[in-house]
């Protein structure tokens, strides 16, 4: 369709592609869209071949999402100046460190297209003491565009090989999320749509923070009516602390995908409730640096540096009584406080108001 | 203090034995409640001894809650008139079976002193075709008192451990919320409050049928995103259910113990999620009957029966297109519906309306 708006994918890492594989199947299926997906590749050298040739010849990328099988209507484009003004419709997918550069370098082409839209599927959230920012804010501001934000309780590989599970898109206009949803919505993968964009992005990027005191409970062999009650506290404080820095917020987002399914999964397995109950078996006494080394192969948790820079913003804010979770589980991972500091923290005479 | 109100539990199971020890914690430290704590022991002989004998003279109920010493305020009391004509507050907890006829008992006796309060622990509301009710009803109803409600992420062994847990009250009138929440507010059992009775009462009948379904889940081998998917929508469902059958109902109770938590903790571990995975594990093919009996020692499950009585009240509603879940699971745990109907039941290509 020569009319239809064509959708780049701004990401080639596993999100990345296996969002573009199911947006790949869309395309063909909606008169809006071009059927042509591209995905923007940084281009690399894996096995010898450059990555995009990799992904336009063997409809596989092989580096970050093997043995999954992508749709021919996928072209990768390594010239970002190209990808930009070819397309009407971004979807940013890249790790949360590199937004700001990426949104930049976007802008400086100056060739995007009037009316052009975007999505952000970044799970992080600009957190540096006085700045609580969300990156669809910089979109926004930086591109001149609007920008939705899609989250979920979504491990990319299995949303590859399309094990059922559900996402929730935040929106500001509600014309735009129709278009979105017809996007995003394969029967794998089932998207909810909800007013307000912030709350999707704050529970993505924040819930990684609980997973670190729901870790410290396992390290600590609490049962499930303390890990329950830690989950419950976490899920609170995310909300509230979306409340006290974004103006959007409704209770929508908990029943959806982007807040209780994707904090559930987030504490219940993954690597930083793994490697938190590691550090807290061990009392505190053996270091982040070498949880790290030996049970990540040297890759850095997302989970402890969210809960440093939560603690940093609260403190700016004067909001440490506010967030007794948030600030508890900081001084266990980076003050030395005892792991068991975690439960002392909530076990007191104090009636909690209501 | 001869002018606090005194406090009767009424059931002297696991649960109750629990709640007896903590209150009796607190009632020493308010004016506003007598020392004494009365259990209602409906007498049974344990190891040659009368069950209320062992109570009062051990400060253990050894047949339901062994190993655990009990306050020596405590008084096991195996006449209901007496414990009736004693005291100021009733806490209910008692299999939902019992509840009619117990509380037809406790009126007959007529000797309820006017004033007197009540507070419902009973997990099970009654649902049977066109009657949806909860027991605070029933207890106001019948007895003329008020009744508030209180449920949680609450396994009893692990409170009477004093396990760090939390626990939710519902209430219409403040000043009773006030009361209760001195009375079972603890270190290790904090108690928040919201108003409203019915949503805390639903959450802890129901969630055992999204167990079933999160069982299910496990039995196919489906991964975190799905069962996360499968909780969400069970969540969902629950809050629909009670605001389709009550008008006391509002998103608090999401957020507390009563919901959420205790939801993640029913969905996760415990007896319906096990023997739901067996069920699904073997194709449906399985017998219940057989499953109990080799899993539970031939106890029987709460959350089939959830499951079904949930099912007939829909029915009997017009509703089964409003709540897909627990229709679903009905289907298969009872009507020989293939367990990976489950998924195929959300995964399609209809658009969710938002």
Not at 95 to 116: E, R
């Amino acid at each position: 369709m020569a009319t239809g708006k064509k959708v780049c994918v701004v990401g080639c890492g596993n999100w990345g592609s296996a969002v573009a594989k199911l947006v790949a199947e869309n395309t063909p299926r909606y008169p809006e869209f071009d059927d042509t997906v591209i995905i923007y590749v940084l281009e690399e050298v894996f096995e010898g071949r450059n990555l995009s040739e990799i992904i336009n010849t063997d409809h596989e990328n092989k580096k970050y999402l093997p043995g999954i099988k992508l749709p021919h209507n996928i072209l990768a484009v390594p010239d970002p100046k190209q990808c930009i003004q070819d397309s009407d419709i971004f979807i940013i997918v890249i790790p949360h460190q590199f937004v700001n550069s990426t949104v930049a370098k976007i802008k400086s082409f100056n060739v995007m297209k009037p009316g052009s839209l975007a999505i952000n599927l970044v799970k992080g959230i600009e957190l540096t003491e006085k700045v609580v920012n969300c990156f669809t804010d910089t979109i926004e501001k930086e591109l001149g565009i609007p920008c939705l934000a899609l989250s979920g309780a979504n491990v990319a590989k299995n949303v590859a090989m399309e094990e059922f599970s559900e996402a929730t898109i935040g929106y500001k206009n509600k014309e735009h999320a129709v278009l979105f949803q017809r996007l995003f919505d394969r029967p794998y993968f089932k998207i909810n749509c909800v007013p307000g964009v912030s709350a999707v992005q704050v529970f993505g990027a924040i819930k990684n923070a609980v997973a670190i005191a729901a870790g410290f409970c396992d390290g600590l062999g609490l049962g499930s009516n303390t890990k329950a009650a830690i989950m419950r506290i976490g899920l609170n404080e995310i909300y509230r602390f979306a409340c006290k820095f974004f103006k959007d917020i409704n209770t929508d987002v908990v029943f959806e995908s982007a807040g209780v399914a994707d904090l559930i999964t987030t504490c219940i397995g993954g690597r930083n409730v793994r490697c938190a109950a590691e550090f807290a078996k061990h009392g505190g006494k053996k270091s982040w640096h070498d949880i790290e080394n030996e049970m990540l192969g040297g890759q850095k948790l997302q989970g402890t540096s969210t809960c440093e820079e939560v603690y940093k913003v609260l403190v700016a804010h004067n909001m440490e009584n506010d967030f007794p979770l948030f600030v508890v589980t900081y001084n266990i991972a980076f003050q030395g406080a005892e792991p068991a500091e975690l439960i002392r923290k909530f076990s007191n005479e104090t009636l909690n108001p209501f």
